[in-house]
């Protein structure tokens, strides 16, 4: 029977959060923020592992107590995205057909009902499937000058979030070879193979936290499910 692991890649140094630490060791309601990431995902009964994907160089991660079940280091963590996943899918002691849900450190308000809603219906789709949300405003695209050239249909645009879930051996399969700086996600590597992964509707509350701002609404969402 398949299992189910949880791979959360967090080797980048955000960059665009301008912050002394990466943004994943900022402190969210007196936790590291991507300590609240590892919990809701440790928190789904069907998941085995939890592993997170940590650089080396790592300064940070062991001055915080973590106190997760299901929780796995590997700190096999490398350049970009694609291939700090492709190192922790090597590092994973699992098999080919095992399910494995990669997240992004900085989605902290997941909620165990998106994860347990993309189980169910991905099921055993022989792709897999993602997380995402219907576009729900008008879409423009700029010109060289920041003006708009023209106004694009939002019908079938979704926008994609994590868990992004698929076979471990395929995904692997997938994020082997060059091109990898070119892959921002899980789903467009599957594409890339050939593979249509599937939809799965998400929740406006699993944002990725990105800058600084982004901070004061995930302490409100946490906060708000705590009450």
């Known amino acids: 029977m398949s299992r189910y692991l949880a791979l959360v890649p967090a080797a980048g140094h955000g960059s665009r959060f301008g912050a002394p630490s990466p943004k994943q060791y900022l402190q969210l309601n007196g936790k590291p923020l991507m300590w609240h990431t590892l919990r809701a995902l440790a928190a789904v009964a069907a998941i085995d592992t939890v592993a997170v994907v940590i650089s080396p160089n790592d300064e940070w991660f062991d ?18 995205r694609a291939e700090s996943v492709r190192n922790g899918l090597d590092a994973l002691d699992c098999a080919a057909d095992d399910w494995v849900l990669v997240h992004d450190a900085a989605r902290c308000c997941l909620s165990a009902d998106a994860v347990e809603r993309l189980l169910a219906e991905v099921g055993d789709d022989p792709v897999g499937g993602l997380l995402a949300l219907p576009v729900p405003d008008t879409v423009k695209r700029a010109d060289a000058e920041r003006r708009v050239a023209v106004t694009v249909s939002r019908a079938d645009l979704w926008l994609a979030q994590t868990p992004q ?12 070879g060059a091109g990898l700086d070119a892959i921002t996600d899980e ?7 050939g593979g249509k992964p599937l939809l799965v509707e998400g929740d406006a509350q699993n944002f990725k936290v990105t800058y600084p701002r982004d901070l004061a609404l995930a302490r409100a969402v946490l906060a708000a499910r705590k009450d």
């Open 63 to 80: 001055d915080f107590d973590w106190d997760l079940p299901k929780l796995q280091v590997l700190r096999v963590g490398g350049a970009s």
């Open 165 to 176: 879930m698929f076979r471990h051996g395929p995904l692997r399969q997938a994020l082997q």
């Open 187 to 193: 789903a467009s590597a599957i594409e890339r193979s």
